[in-house]
């Protein structure tokens, strides 16, 4: 009988990112035996990597992804992103929950790093309020430990069974890989009846983008990846109609200024959203000491929502935007 601990392959994407190396050091702190690195890069190849397998990647997020996968041979895959700090127990508190042959998937929370930028803790803010996220601002908040988590309430750094990742992209297909690719393959792995684990303690810290266009770059993104997510799950539409509504934001913004035309009430759902918007701004500006958020919350509030509605819109009757790279 082998009693060795499970072999868990740790990837890493990167373009480059100025935090690689704090991420690679959070991964080499890890107090669990049993553990490779694989780094698969896109652009030049970074100078931190040591002792990790170095990986060139092929100009672009999906195809990269599932080349630095095959290059693992971890029973289990923990993927971490380019930007983010992992706390030292994290593999070791994630592998036991694999005793269950039913689990597939296992992660924690999204957190802003406590020692952020202002703007960057505003732009955390934003997306882990409900007002600015809806139903994935559950992503962005430590929660209850579940075995029934889903796709909106975890994003792609976490640790997988890597044969099913196999498995997915063989029934799904290539375009498995690429923008919101994480969306797609959480939901077929509860559509094959495994489950999705939730535990607070495998929280980690991810970086937030620290100016606005970055914010709208993100997000425009993550819509345009929902959307290809809707054309491959479409009945998710109906069950997560809740996401078309930045869309719905964005083309009433785009054609106020015919409806005013109509009548001038048309003015009246973008005052009850600027109120809304101001209200919670004022609210964190009083509880975090800091006048600006007054007159920059309301901003990344709206840029949030008009990005993800815009880029879901781009997403759904246009081309779907790549993560990175120009393949």
Known sequence: MDNSPTSVSVLVPTIGRKDLAQTLDSVKRQNYPNVSVTVVYDGPAPSVVSTETLVPGEGSHGPSLKKGLERCEGELVAIVDDDTVIP??????????????????????????????????????????YFGSMRMSSRYNIRAKRLDADETDLIATGIYRRKLILEAYRDVGPQIFGSGWENIL?????????????????????????????????VFKSGSGRARYFKLYPRQMVKKGYMLAPSLFAIYLLTLPLLLFATRLMILPLALYLLTALGISVAFSIRGRDARAVFLMPVLFLTNHLAYGLGFLSGLFGRTVRTWGSK
Do not use: C
């Not at 559509?191 to 606005?212: A, C, M, N, W």
């Open 186 to 218: 959480l939901t077929w792995m509860r559509k094959q009846g495994y489950l999705i684990s939730y535990d607070p303690g495998l929280s980690f810290y991810h970086e937030r983008r620290d100016t606005v266009r970055d914010l709208y770059r993100q």
């Open 88 to 129: 030292p127990n994290w593999l070791a508190k994630a592998v036991p929950v694999f005793s269950d042959p039913r689990v597939a998937f296992v992660g924690g929370s999204n957190l802003t790093p406590p020692d952020s930028s202002r703007m960057e803790k505003m732009i955390g803010y934003v997306q882990s309020s």
